[in-house]
Nanobody, 119 residues
Framework: QVQLMESGGGLVQAGGSLRLSCAASGIIISIFDMGWYRQAPGKQRELVARITSGGRTNYADSVKGRFTISTGNAKNTVYLEMHSLKPEDTAVYYC?????????????WGQGTQVTVSS
């Protein structure tokens, strides 16, 4: 089965940096795009950044200029470089990927990694 696994979360001071990683595994035919979402307590999950297989990116307005999304050479990994972190960035960050496997094309989600930014 297809699985996504995130890593790199943790506790950081305001103004600091973190790098999140996500790797997809399983029997995969193709990955169309990958992205990062986040969810704070009591709030709806929201898009942070997304990247297509062709390298096109889009970002939430709240993170533009501070976060950068990229993929690895294997194209089954996605990274999120986060700089100038703010307390409002505190959330569980989830990896997401649009993946075609033998049973069809659908969205997949990772388990999430906690990012906490202290003031």
């Amino acid at each position: 089965q297809v699985q996504l696994m995130e890593s790199g979360g943790g506790l950081v001071q305001a103004g600091g940096s973190l790098r999140l990683s996500c790797a997809a595994s399983g029997i995969i035919i193709s990955i169309f795009d990958m992205g990062w979402y986040r969810q704070a307590p009591g709030k709806q999950r929201e898009l942070v950044a997304r990247i297509t297989s062709g390298g096109r990116t889009n970002y939430a307005d709240s993170v533009k200029g501070r976060f950068t999304i990229s993929t690895g050479n294997a194209k089954n990994t996605v990274y999120l470089e986060m700089h100038s972190l703010k307390p409002e960035d505190t959330a569980v960050y989830y990896c997401n990927a649009d993946i075609k496997a033998v049973d069809g094309r659908r969205e997949h989600w990772g388990q999430g990694t906690q990012v906490t930014v202290s003031s």
